[in-house]
């Protein structure tokens, strides 16, 4: 039954005009937090895409380096590589491996590399590594 505003005494009439302003404040209120939930959300669903493509060019940049070490002589020894601009600092290791045939002679000229990146990301430290073995005849 729907009552109508100007049938009501005034008491009555002030008393649900209150009712509905208590309404459209909670309204309001809810609206509000399901507004700063759902930016919560949207704020950590964008920190989590953001460290996964950044662990994403570190890896990228380790096959990358991996592969132009492979196609070079290799040397034992330790450096860091040049900037690349993407600002994951990478430094390559390269020991000589001891290993043994199977008739248990020696193998020369084998190596292992080892190569690892270094980052930053919201002031927390990262790190990735990619080892191989890289044999050179």
Known sequence: ????????????????????????????????????????????AFDAANERNQIDVAL?????????LHEARVSPGENDLPDDGSGILYHVSVEQEQMQDQKMQPVPNMYRATISAKWTLNGQADERDASELIYQP
């Open 60 to 68: 990228r940049g380790l096959d990358n380096q991996m592969s132009l």
């Open 1 to 44: 039954m729907k009552t109508d505003l100007h049938s009501l005494s005034r008491p009555a009439r002030r008393a649900r005009q209150g009712m509905v302003l208590f309404e459209v404040v909670m309204a309001l209120f809810v609206f509000t937090l399901v507004a700063f939930s759902l930016v919560m959300a949207l704020d950590s």
